[in-house]
């Protein structure tokens, strides 16, 4: 039969407004967090990480926060332009591993003029 | 500062093919990792070199692939025999990271595998 593979979530923002994207991680002993940007045709870029032992981290008009409690991350984007329009993967790193990173499925930024 | 570069950007050929990947990281970087999309799921980890040696290959779905890293530069990843559920996205990524957890990872533009 036909497989069904994941559907993206997507987040249409009006351009100038800010950006909230949110990502529930799984295991509890990822210490090392990332947040992905990959355009059409492109591979993932690096946007902005955070370790364990924090809870903000800001860069130049992103914002991420992660809340271990609850095992959840969010982007923020502050004034999102229409360059902003991406799939956006938060990631985690497995404190077990210092190969790889687990991707999660992404969410669809789109920008509304 | 060239970044990862991977060849071919796209091939398409028949179940039962060979077909080999290719990636050249960013210079100076000993840290070397394949990834893959296939349709609609995530972006998972097949392997990670560091230098010529295999890191973490616990990623490699099954015997039909194989990276290979001789002299520690480029990488190269065959699938031999291809199958259809093979098709996706095959991305390089590499670091200068040199202990403690993955880095910051420099993605190439990928190759995408269609198998007919």
């Known amino acids: 039969g036909e497989s069904v593979g994941l559907h993206l979530p997507t987040l249409s923002v009006q351009e100038g407004d800010n950006s909230i994207i949110n990502c529930a991680y799984s295991?509890?002993?990822?210490?090392?967090f990332i947040w992905y940007k990959q355009e059409s045709g492109k591979g993932p870029q690096f946007i902005i990480d955070?370790?364990?032992?924090?809870d903000k981290r800001q860069g130049q008009r992103v914002t991420v926060l992660l809340n271990k409690t609850v095992k959840h991350l969010s982007l923020q984007i502050a004034a999102t332009q229409p360059g902003d329009s991406a799939v956006y993967f938060c990631?985690?790193?497995?404190?077990?591993?210092?190969?790889?990173?687990?991707f999660g499925s992404g969410t669809r930024l789109s920008i509304r003029p | 500062e060239a970044g990862v570069t991977q060849f071919p950007s796209h091939s398409v050929i028949e179940k039962g093919q060979t077909v080999t990947l290719r990636c050249d990281p960013i210079?100076?970087?000993?840290?070397l990792y394949w990834y893959r999309r296939v349709m609609g799921k995530e972006i998972k980890f097949l392997l990670h070199?560091?230098?010529?040696?295999?890191?973490?290959e616990s990623g490699m779905p099954n015997n039909r692939f194989l990276a290979e890293r001789t002299g520690g530069t480029y990488s190269t990843l065959k699938v031999q025999p291809a199958e259809l559920e093979d098709s996706g996205v095959y991305f390089c990524?590499?670091?200068?990271?040199?202990?403690?957890?993955?880095?910051?990872?420099?993605f190439g533009e990928g190759s995408r595998l269609t198998v007919l």
């Open positions: 070199f560091v230098k010529e040696s295999k890191q973490d």
């Open positions: 955070i370790r364990s032992n924090m």
């Open positions: 295991n509890s002993a990822s210490d090392y």
């Open positions: 990524a590499s670091s200068r990271r040199t202990s403690g957890s993955v880095g910051e990872l420099f």
């Open positions: 990631a985690e790193n497995p404190y077990s591993s210092a190969s790889k990173i687990i």
């Open positions: 210079s100076g970087h000993d840290n």
